[in-house]
C-alpha cells in the first residue's frame, strides 16, 4: 500500500517532536509498505525558526517537511497556510505518479485542517486518524479545535485512540459512540526493548534502584518521587535514577539537594533509546508520579525489559496491572508512594517478580509486530472497502 503518513514534525537530535508517528511511519516502511513521511510545521516562532522545505531520504523513507512559523493564535492564518502546505505536498507526490491508498494522520487537531480533510474527501483518499494528545483527554481544546476534532472523526474511515480514556474522552467530548472509536495501543520495538543483558540482581550497582523517563515538567510530578524517595530511603536504602530534561530540572536538583538524597538521586539527561533500555535492564522497578498520560510509553519499555512498574492508580494502562507486573499506588499522595517504592523493593529482592514472564506479557501486547499487523489489517480494511464502494483510494481526477 502507499500510505501518506502526517506527524507533527520529523524529529532530530534537539527536538523528540513527531518521535512516535515518525517511528511507526519507519516500522512500516521497513515491513514493505510504500510509505512517505510528511508533516507542515507552523508553531510560532518561539519554537519554531525554519522556514523552507525539506524533502530527503531518512532511514529509506522519503521525508517531506514544509516549516513556516505563524503560530495558533492567528487560527485562520495557521489553518490557511498548513493547508496550502500540505497540498502541495500532496500534488508533488501525485504529479510524480505517486497517489496514496490512504492518509494516516497523527494528533489530528495538530496535523489536519478542514479544508484539507475536504480536500481528502474530494479526492475519494480515506482518512485514518490516530489520537495521542493529553489536551484531548483532559478535554482541554477550545471551540475552533473541538470543531476539527468532530470534523476528524465524521470524516475518518477509522478514528483511533491510543487508549481507552483517550476513546471514552473523545465520545464524551463530540457526542460520538465509541462504537465509532477504536482503540490502538502505542507499539514498542521488542528488539530493543528486552530481557537480554537483564541483570541477575534486580539491582543497579548492588543498590535497589527506581527509574524514572521522560520530559522534567510540572505535570510529570518527579518532585513527588523525590520526596517518596527521601521517606522511603530511611527504610530500605534505594536510589532513582532520573533519564530526561526539562524546564523543572533545576528545581528538582535543588529539592533533591535540600531532602540531602543526591548521592541516591542521580539525573543522567536525555539518553538514546538503547542506552535508555540499558538502564531499564539494570533497575529494580520503573516508577512514574506523572498526573496525567494518554498512554504512557516508559510503562511498556520498563515491562518489556522485565522490570515491574509502579504509577498512579489513574495510569491509563492500569488494566494491564497485577501482582505480577507492579503496583498502582494513591496517586497524590506522596506517603503512599513511598510505602509502594518499599514494598515493590522487598517483592524483587524475594524474587516475586519474574522478568521473562512480564516481557513475554507486554510484548503480547504492545510489540511493534502485534501492533503493526493490527494497523496494518485496519489499513487493508480501509483500502478494501473504499474499493468496494467503487473507488480507488490510487485514483486522482
Same mark, same amino acid.
Given at each position: 500500500?502507499?500510505?501518506?503518513?502526517?506527524?507533527?514534525?520529523?524529529?532530530?537530535?534537539?527536538?523528540?517532536?513527531?518521535?512516535?508517528?515518525?517511528?511507526?511511519?519507519?516500522?512500516?516502511?521497513?515491513?514493505?509498505?510504500?510509505?512517505?513521511?510528511?508533516?507542515?510545521?507552523?508553531?510560532?516562532?518561539?519554537?519554531?525558526?525554519?522556514?523552507?522545505?525539506?524533502?530527503?531520504?531518512?532511514?529509506? $523513507?522519503?521525508?517531506?517537511?514544509?516549516?513556516?512559523?505563524?503560530?495558533?493564535?492567528?487560527?485562520?492564518?495557521?489553518?490557511?497556510?498548513?493547508?496550502?502546505?500540505?497540498?502541495?505536498?500532496?500534488?508533488? =507526490?501525485?504529479?510524480?505518479?505517486?497517489?496514496?491508498?490512504?492518509?494516516?494522520? #497523527?494528533?489530528?487537531?495538530?496535523?489536519?485542517?478542514?479544508?484539507?480533510?475536504?480536500?481528502l474527501g474530494e479526492l475519494d483518499i480515506p482518512l485514518v486518524c490516530m489520537e495521542h494528545w493529553s489536551r484531548v483527554q483532559a478535554r482541554?481544546?477550545?471551540?475552533?479545535?473541538?470543531?476539527? =476534532?468532530?470534523?476528524?472523526?465524521?470524516?475518518?474511515?477509522?478514528?483511533?485512540?491510543?487508549?481507552?480514556?483517550?476513546?471514552?474522552?473523545?465520545?464524551?467530548?463530540?457526542?460520538?459512540?465509541?462504537?465509532?472509536?477504536?482503540?490502538?495501543?502505542? $507499539?514498542?520495538?521488542?528488539?530493543?526493548?528486552?530481557?537480554?543483558?537483564?541483570?541477575?540482581?534486580?539491582?543497579?550497582?548492588?543498590?535497589?534502584?527506581?527509574?524514572?523517563?521522560?520530559?522534567?515538567?510540572?505535570?510529570?510530578?518527579?518532585? #513527588?518521587?523525590?520526596?517518596?524517595?527521601?521517606?522511603?530511603?530511611?527504610?530500605?536504602?534505594?536510589?532513582?535514577?532520573?533519564?530526561?530534561?526539562?524546564?523543572?530540572?533545576?528545581?528538582?536538583?535543588?529539592?533533591?539537594?535540600?531532602?540531602?538524597? $543526591?548521592?541516591?538521586?542521580?539525573?543522567?539527561?536525555w539518553k538514546s533509546a538503547e542506552e535508555v533500555a540499558a538502564v531499564l535492564r539494570r533497575a529494580s522497578c520503573y516508577v512514574s508520579a506523572?498526573?496525567?498520560?494518554?498512554?504512557?510509553?516508559?510503562?511498556?519499555?520498563?515491562? $518489556?525489559?522485565?522490570?515491574?512498574?509502579?504509577?498512579?492508580?489513574?495510569?491509563?494502562?492500569?488494566?494491564?496491572?497485577?501482582?505480577?507486573?507492579?503496583? =498502582?499506588?494513591?496517586?497524590?499522595?506522596?506517603?503512599?508512594?513511598?510505602?509502594?517504592?518499599?514494598?515493590?523493593?522487598?517483592?524483587?529482592?524475594?524474587?516475586?517478580?519474574?522478568?521473562?514472564?512480564?516481557?513475554?506479557?507486554?510484548?503480547?501486547?504492545?510489540?511493534?509486530?502485534?501492533?503493526?499487523?493490527? =494497523?496494518?489489517?485496519?489499513?487493508?480494511?480501509?483500502?478494501?472497502?473504499?474499493?468496494?464502494?467503487?473507488?480507488?483510494?490510487?485514483?486522482?481526477?
Amino acid at each position: 500500500m502507499r500510505i501518506l503518513v502526517i506527524g507533527r514534525s520529523l524529529p532530530c537530535k534537539n527536538s523528540s517532536s513527531g518521535l512516535f508517528e515518525y517511528e511507526q511511519a519507519v516500522a512500516l516502511h521497513q515491513v514493505g509498505q510504500d510509505v512517505v513521511y510528511v508533516c507542515s510545521v507552523n508553531d510560532s516562532i518561539r519554537t519554531n525558526r525554519s522556514i523552507g522545505t525539506i524533502d530527503q531520504q531518512k532511514n529509506g $523513507m522519503r521525508c517531506i517537511v514544509r516549516s513556516f512559523p505563524v503560530g495558533h493564535r492567528l487560527r485562520r492564518l495557521y489553518y490557511r497556510i498548513k493547508t496550502n502546505a500540505l497540498m502541495k505536498i500532496l500534488k508533488t =507526490l501525485v504529479d510524480e505518479g505517486w497517489v496514496p491508498d490512504l492518509v494516516y494522520a #497523527h494528533f489530528p487537531v495538530l496535523t489536519l485542517t478542514p479544508s484539507f480533510i475536504n480536500l481528502l474527501g474530494e479526492l475519494d483518499i480515506p482518512l485514518v486518524c490516530m489520537e495521542h494528545w493529553s489536551r484531548v483527554q483532559a478535554r482541554a481544546i477550545d471551540g475552533p479545535t473541538l470543531k476539527l =476534532l468532530t470534523h476528524a472523526v465524521e470524516s475518518s474511515a477509522s478514528f483511533c485512540c491510543v487508549s481507552e480514556h483517550l476513546r471514552d474522552s473523545i465520545s464524551e467530548l463530540i457526542g460520538a459512540s465509541e462504537d465509532n472509536l477504536k482503540v490502538l495501543p502505542n $507499539m514498542v520495538d521488542e528488539a530493543l526493548f528486552n530481557t537480554s543483558d537483564r541483570a541477575i540482581a534486580w539491582s543497579y550497582g548492588g543498590t535497589p534502584t527506581f527509574v524514572s523517563c521522560g520530559r522534567l515538567v510540572k505535570s510529570k510530578r518527579v518532585d #513527588h518521587i523525590i520526596q517518596a524517595l527521601a521517606i522511603a530511603n530511611q527504610e530500605t536504602p534505594m536510589k532513582l535514577v532520573i533519564v530526561g530534561d526539562g524546564d523543572e530540572r533545576g528545581r528538582l536538583e535543588r529539592l533533591a539537594k535540600k531532602l540531602g538524597i $543526591m548521592n541516591v538521586c542521580e539525573f543522567i539527561g536525555w539518553k538514546s533509546a538503547e542506552e535508555v533500555a540499558a538502564v531499564l535492564r539494570r533497575a529494580s522497578c520503573y516508577v512514574s508520579a506523572s498526573a496525567f498520560e494518554t498512554f504512557c510509553v516508559p510503562v511498556v519499555e520498563a515491562w $518489556m525489559c522485565g522490570i515491574p512498574c509502579l504509577v498512579p492508580y489513574m495510569n491509563p494502562l492500569r488494566q494491564y496491572f497485577d501482582e505480577d507486573n507492579g503496583v =498502582l499506588y494513591s496517586g497524590d499522595d506522596v506517603r503512599s508512594l513511598a510505602q509502594s517504592m518499599v514494598m515493590v523493593v522487598n517483592r524483587a529482592l524475594r524474587n516475586n517478580y519474574d522478568s521473562e514472564s512480564i516481557s513475554r506479557r507486554a510484548r503480547t501486547l504492545f510489540s511493534r509486530e502485534v501492533v503493526l499487523n493490527e =494497523l496494518i489489517s485496519l489499513f487493508e480494511d480501509t483500502v478494501m472497502t473504499n474499493k468496494h464502494h467503487g473507488v480507488s483510494g490510487g485514483k486522482s481526477s
